[in-house]
C-alpha cells in the first residue's frame, strides 16, 4: 500500500505521528463508452463555454459560482487555507463506542505508526480498548475539513470519516405517522424466522455475483476472438474528429486521480 499524507495524532501534549493509508479499494470491473461501429473511445473534453477552446488541467482553476457572478479560486490560493496544511489528526474528545451511528460513516483509513518507536502508537491503542472509547477526531484531507472516528480495529488504528450532522437527512415518513398496530401472534412469528436465519456474520462468504459474472463474460469473448484492437487515441488536448461527446465518468476518474497525485506528492 502507498500512503496518502503523514501527519500527527495529537491530543493534550500527546503526538503520535502516522501514516496514512486507505483501507479500502475498488475492484469492480472497469467499463468504458465506445462507438458501436469502430469500437472506439468516447474521450471527454474539457472545453470552455465561452472561448471554445479544449483547457489543459494546469490551466483549470476552481471558482465558487453565484447567480450572477463567480469568484475563482487558484489552486495556490486553497493551498494557503489553514485547513489544508495542516497534517494533524486533532482529538476533540472520547466518546463512547456505541453512541456512534453508522450512518454517519463514510471511507475509512489505516493508521501506521511512523518512526523507530510505536509505543504512543501502542499506548493510545491500548487506551481505547481499555475504556471502550472511540475519539471524535477533527483533520483536514483534499481541501476538505473533515469530522472523523479513530477506534481500533485488531492490531491497528483506523480513521472513519464521518458525515456532519446537517448533512444526515430525517427520515420522516406519513405511514409511519400514526400508530400501527402488531399482535403478539406476529411478532412471535417474525421472531422464529429471524432465528431460523441466525449465523455469525462472515464476510468471506459473500462476493460480488455481478462482477463475477462481468469477469467471466469478458472472459468467454476473449477466448473466443470476440475482440477489437485499440485504436490511437488523440493527444491530450487535440479536439477528438466527430461528435462532441462527453463521457462524465471519465471526467471523474481523472479528476480523482490528479487529486490522489497532488495529495501524495504534498505527503
Given at each position: 500500500m502507498r500512503s496518502i499524507w503523514k501527519g500527527a495524532i495529537t491530543f493534550g501534549l500527546v503526538n503520535v505521528p502516522v501514516k496514512v493509508y486507505s483501507a479500502t479499494e475498488d475492484h469492480d470491473v472497469a467499463l468504458h463508452q465506445v462507438h458501436d461501429e469502430d469500437g472506439g473511445r468516447i474521450r471527454y473534453q474539457r472545453r470552455c463555454e465561452i472561448c471554445g477552446?479544449?483547457?489543459?488541467?494546469?490551466?483549470?482553476?476552481?471558482?465558487?459560482?453565484?447567480?450572477?457572478?463567480?469568484?475563482?479560486?487558484?489552486?495556490?490560493?486553497?493551498?494557503?487555507?489553514?485547513?489544508?496544511r495542516a497534517r494533524e489528526i486533532d482529538v476533540v474528545e472520547?466518546?463512547?463506542?456505541?453512541?456512534?451511528?453508522?450512518?454517519?460513516?463514510?471511507?475509512?483509513?489505516?493508521?501506521?505508526?511512523?518512526?523507530?518507536?510505536?509505543?504512543?502508537?501502542?499506548?493510545?491503542?491500548?487506551?481505547?480498548?481499555?475504556?471502550?472509547?472511540?475519539?471524535?477526531?477533527?483533520?483536514?484531507?483534499r481541501q476538505k475539513t473533515r469530522l472523523g472516528a479513530l477506534r481500533v480495529r485488531g492490531d491497528v488504528l483506523v480513521l472513519q470519516g464521518l458525515l456532519w450532522s446537517d448533512e444526515v437527512r430525517t427520515a420522516n415518513f406519513s405511514a409511519l405517522a400514526g400508530p400501527v398496530s402488531v399482535t403478539d401472534r406476529?411478532?412471535?412469528?417474525?421472531?422464529?424466522l429471524v432465528k431460523s436465519f441466525e449465523k455469525d456474520f462472515t464476510p468471506e462468504e459473500f462476493s460480488?455475483?455481478?462482477?463475477?459474472?462481468?469477469?467471466?463474460?469478458?472472459?468467454?469473448?476473449?477466448?473466443?476472438?470476440?475482440?477489437?484492437?485499440?485504436?490511437?487515441?488523440?493527444?491530450?488536448?487535440?479536439?477528438a474528429s466527430g461528435g462532441e461527446v462527453l463521457d462524465l465518468m471519465e471526467a471523474l476518474r481523472r479528476s480523482v486521480d490528479a487529486s490522489h497525485r497532488r495529495s501524495s506528492d504534498t505527503g
Amino acid at each position: 500500500m502507498r500512503s496518502i499524507w503523514k501527519g500527527a495524532i495529537t491530543f493534550g501534549l500527546v503526538n503520535v505521528p502516522v501514516k496514512v493509508y486507505s483501507a479500502t479499494e475498488d475492484h469492480d470491473v472497469a467499463l468504458h463508452q465506445v462507438h458501436d461501429e469502430d469500437g472506439g473511445r468516447i474521450r471527454y473534453q474539457r472545453r470552455c463555454e465561452i472561448c471554445g477552446q479544449i483547457v489543459d488541467f494546469e490551466h483549470i482553476d476552481k471558482a465558487w459560482a453565484g447567480d450572477d457572478q463567480i469568484v475563482v479560486l487558484t489552486e495556490a490560493e486553497l493551498s494557503s487555507l489553514p485547513a489544508e496544511r495542516a497534517r494533524e489528526i486533532d482529538v476533540v474528545e472520547f466518546v463512547p463506542s456505541d453512541q456512534l451511528d453508522p450512518i454517519m460513516f463514510e471511507r475509512t483509513y489505516y493508521l501506521e505508526p511512523e518512526g523507530r518507536s510505536a509505543k504512543a502508537y501502542v499506548l493510545l491503542r491500548r487506551t481505547l480498548e481499555a475504556t471502550n472509547r472511540t475519539a471524535i477526531v477533527r483533520f483536514a484531507l483534499r481541501q476538505k475539513t473533515r469530522l472523523g472516528a479513530l477506534r481500533v480495529r485488531g492490531d491497528v488504528l483506523v480513521l472513519q470519516g464521518l458525515l456532519w450532522s446537517d448533512e444526515v437527512r430525517t427520515a420522516n415518513f406519513s405511514a409511519l405517522a400514526g400508530p400501527v398496530s402488531v399482535t403478539d401472534r406476529e411478532l412471535e412469528l417474525s421472531g422464529a424466522l429471524v432465528k431460523s436465519f441466525e449465523k455469525d456474520f462472515t464476510p468471506e462468504e459473500f462476493s460480488d455475483d455481478y462482477q463475477v459474472q462481468l469477469r467471466a463474460l469478458i472472459d468467454a469473448k476473449l477466448a473466443r476472438g470476440d475482440s477489437r484492437e485499440t485504436h490511437t487515441t488523440p493527444e491530450a488536448g487535440e479536439p477528438a474528429s466527430g461528435g462532441e461527446v462527453l463521457d462524465l465518468m471519465e471526467a471523474l476518474r481523472r479528476s480523482v486521480d490528479a487529486s490522489h497525485r497532488r495529495s501524495s506528492d504534498t505527503g
